[in-house]
Each structure stands twice: as C-alpha cells, then as structure tokens.
C-alpha cells in the first residue's frame, strides 16, 4: 500500500508525461487548463499552438508545448545562395567650371538635365563663374522640386527694374522675387534707414525661360579688312551664341550729360571693349542722342526714330520697328524683354534686299550725300555684323557692301566725322569729331544680364 500511494501521488504532481522533444501526452485526470499551467503556458496559447478548436483532449493524445520550428535546409556548396549584396552608394562627382563653360554644356557632358544640376547645387540661374565647383546628380535623379520648363530652354536669372505700388509692402515685394529684405536692399545699395516706399524703383532678380543658346560657330569677335566691290571696308563679325558675349552702349565718362561726348578710340579704350564702333545721331551741341536707347534693360533716351536693333538678354538679335518712335505705345512697355535697344538708320537692307525708300524721319540733306559710313547688320539672329569704311559713299552703295558681306538686314549708323571702329581698345578708324556713344562689344562679360 505504502508503494502505491507513493505512484499515485507523484502522478497527481507531475501529471502528464512531458517529452524531450516539447511535447505532452494527455493522460487520464488531463485537462488543457492543467497542462498549460504546468508548460507556463496559457490555455488560448496552448490550443493555438494545436489548432485546438474546443477545450476537449483525450487520453493519449500527444500535445505540443511549442510551434516547431522549420527544419534548416541541407547546406551542400551546389546549392548555397550567396548572400544578397548591398550595393555601395555612388561615389559623388565634382567638377570645376572652366572658362567658356556653362550649364548646358556640363548637363549634356554627364548626361543630366540643367534642372537636375541646377538643384543639385542650390542655384536658381545659370551663372557660373570659373572655378566654381558643382555636385553633379546621378543620372536620372528624382526631381520632385524642379519646375518643368520646356524643351530646349533653361531659367535664367536676369534683373529687371520695378516700381513698388502704393499699397505694396517691402516683404511682399522680396516674396515675389524670391529674396530677403535685406538682399533687396543690398541689390539697390540702400542701408537699413532707407525708406521703401510707393514710387521708388528697385532692382529685382527674375528667373525666365530662354532658349539654350546653340553652339558657337567660331571665335566670339573677330576683325577682318575686305574690299567688297573694290571698297577697303574693317569689319567686326560677332558670334552672339557665346553666353558671355554682351552687345552694349558705351558712354562717355560722365554718361549722357549735356555737353559731353568721346573719340571712338576714347570710349574703346575707356570702356575695355574688345571692340567698338560709333552709335547713332545725336544733337551736335548737346549730345543727345536722337533715336531710342536701352542700357541694361533701362530706357536712357526715345526719340522719333522708327527702327532699331533690339537684342535680348540670352543674345537673340533683331532690327525691329520703334513703337516709341511712331508714338504708339506709352515708355513704360516699350521693348519689353530686351536688355540692349539702339534705334538709328535708315534700313538699308531688309531680308537681303538692297531698300532705296527711306522714312521722312531721316530729312537732313548731309545724310544722302557721299561720306563715310558706318552700319551695324545680321546675318543671322545670332551673327551680329559691324561694318565701317573711310570710302565716301551714298547710302544706296553702303547698302550694296552691306550685302556684298552676306548681311541680310542692316542699318546705318552715324557716318562722316563720326564713322570710327575699334578693336582690342585701338582704333582702327576713328572718328573725327566727338560720337555720343558707342557700340561696344565684350566677349568675357559674367556680370548680371538685365531685361526690360
């Protein structure tokens, strides 16, 4: 008796028969709540782990204590997978703007959009400036901040000028214009007590899709002396598809004051242009020029001049009708998107062309005579042409070696004392008498480009 009553009490505290591989034999007096208690387990663990749907078991059964684990795959070296590599992140390129460069050019070098290196870098425009280092992006990057421009055209950072409104505040303007107060400011040179108020005129950046300038043909200037129709003639060709080409006004010292007026050979060598010929009419007493003039996208002077040669800020050149000239159209939208604007004529060649009708704006007798003679003409909207000649001439003979040179619109400039022509800051031909101004041509200008 002693020895059964040892069995059956160590059957009522160890229960169930536990096996080594985590598994349970139900036994007769078995209940799931027993079994998982003694497992450290609960009931609704237990009974998942079976898939167990109700809490009867029977005697015998055989429960596990634990989900078995998958058994490990053989590993033979014909069947092993290599571990799954992760690839090491693209090593980051740099590269060092050199002189000519610009973005375009770099974007089409690696194979990116100008957007992409615009954002890569953190710059709103295309200037660059030599030596500049610039991130470039992996091909194809995710540009989920770059605005869609269209094809073939990139944003630009030009500056125009604007007059604040009543009304306008000065941290409404700056948010327009995407800039700080007080790089507003700084733009127009004025300190923190300067008052913005209605009626002031700032400077402002603006960012405007251009067309990508196509690739240069040749040098950005050159000098050549020709004879066409037997005339010795100094011409300066002009490749405006160099970014860093700037067709500009060149004024005296004092600019246009009354009274005051240059040399050819003084405003070349003054101004620093790679080349320069003289401008257009202008009073003889007071200098003031006759026809319109645009300077870094400001209005300087109109007048009753009908044509003028119009360049825009990225170098698309043209000869277009003066709205300010014919008295059509108010100062404030005349030449609208232009950063260079020099009226003067007559239009002597129109489309190739040879015109012998001029406008009743041009009436002084001395104009139709023979004299020298200086004209400024396009071959193309980007083949910028000027020509000079000591030869005396009528207009419709300048006209002919106008077009002798392949030039297929052109117009006269100022002629006589005035006709000068000067390269690398010499003159070549200089004028007698003091011009008003000069054309002037610089082939490494980085400096702001302006729009009207």
């Given amino acids: 008796m002693p020895t059964r009553h040892f069995f059956l009490t160590f059957l009522l505290l160890t229960g169930s028969a536990f096996s080594a591989s985590g598994t349970v034999t139900v036994r007769s007096g078995d209940t799931l709540y027993r079994i998982a208690t003694r497992a450290g387990l ?44 992760i690839p090491a992140p693209a090593p980051r390129v740099t590269y060092t703007v050199q002189r000519g460069d610009f973005l375009s050019r770099i974007a089409g070098k690696y194979g990116v959009s100008v957007g992409a290196l615009q954002a890569a870098n953190r710059i709103s425009g295309t200037l660059i400036t030599p030596g500049q280092r610039l991130t470039i992006p992996p091909r194809g990057a995710a540009l989920s901040n770059v605005p869609t421009i269209p ?22 303007i700056a948010r327009r214009y995407r800039i ?56 300066i060709n002009v490749d405006l598809r160099h970014r860093n080409v700037l067709v500009a006004p060149v004024l005296p010292g ?13 405003l070349a060598r003054s101004s620093g ?30 007048g009753r001049i009908p044509q003028a040669l119009a ?65 400024i003409g396009l071959v193309s909207n980007r083949d910028l042409v000027m020509v000079s000649t000591g030869s005396r001439l009528t207009i419709t003979e300048m006209a002919k070696v106008m077009s002798q040179l392949g030039i297929r619109d052109a117009l006269l400039l100022d002629g006589g004392s005035s006709t000068g022509l000067a390269w690398n800051g010499r003159p070549v031909l200089d004028s007698v008498r003091k011009v008003s101004y000069g054309i002037g041509v610089f082939t490494e200008y980085t400096g702001r480009r302006y729009i009207r």
């Fill in 254 to 266: 004092r600019g246009l004051v009354f009274g005051s007026g240059a040399r050819v050979g003084q």
């Fill in 42 to 85: 609960s009931v609704a663990q237990l009974k998942a782990i079976n898939g167990l749907k109700s809490n009867t078991i029977k005697i015998g059964q055989v429960l596990r204590l634990s989900k078995a684990a998958p058994a490990p795959a053989p590993r033979t070296p014909a069947t092993r997978t290599p571990a799954a590599r």
């Fill in 311 to 375: 360049i825009t800020p990225d170098n698309r050149a043209s000869i277009r009708p003066s709205t300010t000239g014919l008295l059509r159209a108010p100062l404030s939208s005349a030449w609208q998107g232009m950063e260079t604007v020099i009226a003067t004529g007559p239009r002597i060649l129109a489309n190739g062309q040879v015109q012998n009708r001029y406008s009743s704006a041009f009436r002084d007798p001395a104009l139709f005579g023979r004299a020298a003679r200086s004209a």
């Fill in 273 to 302: 242009a790679q080349a320069l010929i003289n401008g257009s009419y202008f009073h003889p007493q007071s200098f003031a020029p006759a026809g319109d003039i645009v300077m870094q996208g400001r209005m300087l002077t109109w």
């Fill in 151 to 172: 094809p073939n055209t990139e944003v630009r950072t030009l500056y125009t000028y604007i007059y604040m409104q009543r009304g306008e505040t000065p941290d409404q």
């Fill in 180 to 235: 700080s107060v007080d790089k507003l400011r700084l733009l127009n040179s004025l300190n923190s007590a300067s008052y913005l108020v209605p009626g002031i005129k700032l400077l402002v950046p603006s960012h405007v899709p251009v067309p990508i300038p196509p690739s240069p043909h040749g040098r950005a200037a050159s000098f050549k002396q020709l004879r066409p129709l037997n005339i010795p003639v100094q011409i």
